[in-house]
């Protein structure tokens, strides 16, 4: 079954700094791809979905890469403030079959004033 | 926007016990997922659900573990018994088609003592 691998687990930045978290995804039939953000003590919240044709995805201050070809899948904070501190969550699922998304591990992001 | 309401927020047990685990989804959506989170970091899932049955469950979905939706009321998860290691926090999440954004409520920590 599909396997995600989300890096790092731990991330600390500086406020303004950029956060780069990458996930590698098995399934080369995953199609749909998400970001959730989860702040603590609350649910998962949607940060952006992605289809399989875009490569370049750009959010409110954010930028979500798709590297079909390396199977990998990116969530680049740019310029990050203390309030993009949370814990980011990468899910893949494929095309058909039963629509269950595989999460990967998270990667819990401080950014420090 | 939609959300879920899950029911407790917090739940302490004594081993061996039932429980009961009790996820209100968004009203139109179809489809209701139970994740399982460990040391708020790791994502797994459990099961998913859909026209009254059971899609998908993994592995961590052992022969204690049931779902059910009666009469379209409460999406619910029962354990019995329960063990030590089903000590987490339980996220339910439910979405209107196959591989769109999932609705999360906010988690019902279980735990077994």
């Known amino acids: 079954g599909e396997q995600v691998e989300q890096r790092p687990p731990h991330l600390s930045v500086r406020e303004g700094d950029s956060a780069f978290i990458t996930c590698t995804y098995t399934d080369p039939n995953s199609y749909y791809f998400f970001w959730y953000k989860q702040e603590p003590g609350a649910s998962l919240q949607l940060l952006m979905k992605?289809?399989?044709?875009?490569e370049i995805n750009e959010g409110q201050g954010f930028t979500v890469l798709l590297n079909k070809k390396d199977k990998q899948l990116s969530l680049n904070l740019t310029a990050a403030h203390p309030g993009d501190s949370a814990a980011y969550f990468c899910?893949?699922?494929?095309?058909?079959?039963?629509?269950?998304?595989?999460f990967g591990k998270g990667t819990s992001l401080v950014v420090h004033p | 926007g939609p959300k879920v309401l899950q029911i407790p927020s917090h739940q302490i047990i004594d081993m061996g016990q039932m429980v009961t685990l009790n996820c209100d989804p968004v009203s139109n959506h179809l489809y209701f997922y139970w994740y399982k989170q460990i040391l708020g970091q790791q994502m797994e899932f459990l099961v998913n659900?859909?026209?009254?049955?059971?899609?998908?469950k993994s592995k961590l979905f052992k022969d204690q573990f049931s779902v059910e939706r009666p009469d379209g009321s409460y999406f619910t998860l029962k354990i019995q018994p329960t063990a030590l290691e089903d000590s987490a926090v339980y996220f339910c999440a439910s979405s209107l088609q196959p591989n769109e954004r999932l609705f999360f409520g906010h988690g019902t920590k279980l735990s077994v003592l």
């Open positions: 992605v289809f399989s044709s875009t």
């Open positions: 659900f859909y026209n009254g049955k059971v899609m998908e």
């Open positions: 899910a893949v699922s494929a095309s058909g079959g039963n629509y269950k998304p595989t």
